[in-house]
């Protein structure tokens, strides 16, 4: 049972519940988030789990076809074709708690990060108006961690402060995802970021219930709330199926998310549905598969998404990793898969605001995505060292061209990103 020891073990060292399960098969090996204990000699065993670590990473996705507005068209992360960018550099503090142990514990982490791709995940008022140039700082997590031996033998964690979402397989920690570029499902179907708290019941060795409630996504409180109701998730993960070979991790999510400054009152009470399920089977020590459906549905907006996202990993050498991606994503109104076109556009739009974007009608996304990591073990305190080119090819399945800046049907991209980390 390692692998159950692994996937619990990451709870409190990565993001909450929700991606537990999915960090453990798409993880780059070997990456523990915290290597560095600042307080060894410490006397008092709190002090000496105290850890810090960092990560730097940066990338570029080409396009051959130069869209004339620079965008690559659905993609967040290397949205502008053919530059390189510094998409992040983190320094996170922490103090893991350990579920296994039937005792009360209580953690910490705390993780700032600079780059571009914090232009997406901040949360209103905390830090989307710090600055308009593309590299942004964002206060990624800062939460309590609390492990109480109640309820159930295995016990109840609990989290809250300022989280990552725990929606989807892809996240922001780019060594807890295969590939530099995220799937539309990732990008629109999943939330980003919350104010509130998740909760991780262990009701068997096999079951595990989760449920928390928050603010919105990316949202806080008064005027930096869009509307003026909560959400919350509820769903379960079963462990160590089929001999401990799957895992199965499904999370629902209800609430307004909509900004009254664009849909009116209405804005209060218009729910938003989502709904995402992923299994992930490990064929062998060399071959992992995932497989991902996910749900949405918004009240407010009329709308609806729904995509299927499948990715295996094959392990060529220790230090050599082939990876898939193949996604079927459709959109039925055109509201959700859009990109922004200023830095500050994505949260502005978050309060009914001014955001400048490129649009397509409804269409049906088809996705290939294929690529390799290399990351050798250079050792020397350095936790990770990975390069991830990648290829993808992006087309409309029912004709519609939203592509390279409304010219084509289809786009080809490639690039990926490089990152080291202590």
């Given amino acids: 049972m390692d692998l159950i020891r692994h996937i619990t073990s990451r709870f409190c060292k990565t993001i909450s519940a929700g991606a537990l399960i999915s960090g453990a098969l798409t993880a780059l090996p070997g990456t523990a988030l915290a290597d560095i204990p600042l307080f060894k000699t410490a006397t008092n065993p709190w002090l000496q789990g105290?850890?810090?670590?960092?990560?730097?990473?940066?990338?570029?996705?080409?396009?051959?076809?130069?869209?004339?507005?620079?965008?690559?068209?659905?993609?967040?992360?290397?949205?502008?074709?053919?530059?390189?960018?510094?998409n992040q550099i983190s320094l996170t503090l922490s103090k893991a708690i350990d579920p296994t142990k039937s005792e009360y514990q209580i953690g910490f982490m705390l993780e700032a990060l600079y780059g571009s791709d914090a232009r997406y995940y901040h949360l209103l008022?905390?830090?989307?108006?710090?600055?308009?140039?593309?590299?942004?700082?964002?206060?990624?997590?800062?939460?309590?961690?609390?492990?109480?031996?109640?309820?159930s033998k295995g016990g109840i964690d609990m989290q809250a402060g300022i989280l990552p979402a725990p929606m989807g397989v892809e996240v922001l920690d780019p060594t807890l995802r295969p590939f530099y570029s995220l799937a539309y499902t990732s990008?629109?179907?999943?939330?980003?970021?919350?104010?509130?708290?998740?909760?991780?019941?262990?009701?068997?060795p096999m079951l595990d219930f989760n449920f928390g409630v928050d603010t919105g996504n990316q949202t806080t409180w008064g005027r930096n709330d869009n509307n003026n109701a909560a959400a919350g998730y509820f769903g379960f993960n079963l462990i160590g199926l089929a001999h401990g070979k799957l895992n199965i991790n499904e999370l629902s999510r209800?609430?307004?998310?909509?900004?009254?400054?664009?849909?009116?009152?209405?804005?209060?009470?218009?729910?938003r549905w989502w709904n995402d399920i992923a299994a992930f089977y490990t064929v062998n020590d060399k071959l992992s598969l995932t497989g991902e459906f996910n749900f949405l549905h918004d009240d407010g907006l009329r709308a609806e998404t729904w995509s299927v996202v499948?990715?295996?990993?094959?392990?060529?050498?220790?230090?050599?990793?082939?990876?898939?991606?193949?996604?079927?994503?459709?959109?039925?109104?055109?509201?959700?898969?859009?990109?922004?076109?200023?830095?500050?556009?994505?949260?502005?739009?978050?309060?009914?605001?001014?955001?400048?974007?490129?649009?397509?009608?409804?269409?049906?996304?088809?996705?290939?995505?294929?690529?390799?990591?290399?990351?050798?073990?250079?050792?020397?305190?350095?936790?990770?060292?990975?390069?991830?080119?990648?290829?993808?090819?992006?087309?409309?399945?029912?004709?519609?061209?939203?592509?390279?800046?409304?010219?084509?049907?289809?786009?080809?991209?490639?690039?990926?990103?490089?990152?080291?980390?202590?």
């Fill in 187 to 204: 990008q629109y179907s999943v939330p980003f970021e919350h104010l509130g708290a998740m909760f991780h019941w262990h009701v068997t």
């Fill in 310 to 422: 499948t990715f295996a990993a094959y392990k060529i050498t220790p230090s050599l990793t082939f990876n898939y991606r193949g996604e079927l994503y459709r959109d039925n109104s055109g509201l959700f898969v859009v990109n922004f076109l200023t830095n500050q556009a994505y949260m502005n739009a978050f309060l009914g605001g001014y955001a400048p974007v490129q649009t397509a009608p409804a269409t049906t996304y088809g996705a290939l995505t294929l690529g390799v990591t290399y990351r050798p073990d250079l050792g020397h305190g350095i936790r990770v060292f990975a390069l991830r080119p990648e290829i993808r090819f992006d087309r409309s399945l029912n004709g519609t061209s939203p592509f390279n800046d409304g010219r084509n049907t289809g786009m080809f991209t490639f690039g990926g990103d490089a990152m080291i980390g202590f």
């Fill in 50 to 86: 105290v850890n810090l670590s960092g990560l730097i990473e940066g990338g570029i996705m080409a396009n051959p076809a130069r869209p004339d507005n620079g965008i690559n068209f659905g993609n967040f992360l290397g949205d502008h074709a053919n530059q390189a960018q510094l």
């Fill in 254 to 271: 209800v609430g307004p998310e909509n900004a009254v400054a664009a849909l009116g009152p209405r804005a209060n009470t218009a729910q």
């Fill in 125 to 151: 008022g905390l830090s989307n108006k710090m600055t308009s140039d593309r590299y942004q700082l964002l206060p990624a997590q800062a939460h309590v961690d609390v492990h109480a031996p109640i309820l």
